[in-house]
């Protein structure tokens, strides 16, 4: 059976790649939705809300963020996104349209950094998580290793290819030794790509 996959501006993945806190995350199941008042498996986390009663979670279901019944805060690459504002400058020219867009983006699971990078002055679109096949298959020469090289996003972190590769000829027929993840250590690498010229980007991390 196929995923569940989003189609929107800046995230066309997986359901399953998103942030959601099920059943209302870690402040115990059952929480509802703020703005519909139904109960969900697919909640993200929206913001804190003071009251009388103190400090409350508030929390938003995945239906009503794509009816944009409400947005979220998205932690970018040109600082941290909130109602169409950065806490950072954006670099000139950047998209306005784009920083009230990525508030209807959902958050992408990451185990660490949970960053949406840019390109040509706006947000990329985030396509999903790729294993070595998958650059091999998305390179003009069949050079999946040339191609991760142009994409990886820090280069204190492109020894992954190699050390894979390596992992791949000791392990032989034992590999993936990871059900999610065909690179060594479980990584996960994370694929996007740019609206406008159609250049690729990735970042890694692992648990």
Request: charged share 25%; net charge negative; with cysteine.
């Amino acid at each position: 059976m196929s995923e569940e996959m989003l189609d929107l501006t800046y995230f066309k993945a997986p359901v399953s790649h998103t942030q959601l806190y099920p059943g209302g995350g870690y402040e115990g199941e059952g929480q509802q939705c703020s703005y519909c008042g139904k109960k969900s498996e697919r909640m993200f986390w929206v913001k804190r809300s003071s009251s009388l009663f103190g400090k409350k979670s508030i929390y938003g279901c995945l239906d009503c963020l794509l009816a944009r019944k409400y947005s979220l805060e998205n932690d970018t690459e040109i600082g941290e996104v909130t109602n169409g504002v950065s806490n950072l400058k954006p670099p000139k020219n950047f998209s306005k349209e784009a920083l009230i867009e990525i508030g209807f983006t959902p958050p992408i699971a990451m185990y660490q950094a949970k960053t949406h990078f840019s390109h040509c002055k706006d947000f990329m679109v985030y396509i999903g998580r790729w294993d070595p096949e998958d650059f091999v298959k998305h390179s003009k020469d069949g050079d999946g290793r040339k191609l991760w090289m142009s994409m990886i996003n820090n280069s204190g972190l492109d020894y992954l290819w190699d050390q894979t590769m390596e992992d791949i000829k000791e392990y032989g027929d034992d590999w993936p030794m990871y059900e999610d993840s065909g690179w060594s250590g479980g990584a996960l690498v994370y694929v996007f790509m740019c609206r406008h010229c159609g250049k690729y980007r990735c970042y890694w991390d692992c648990d």
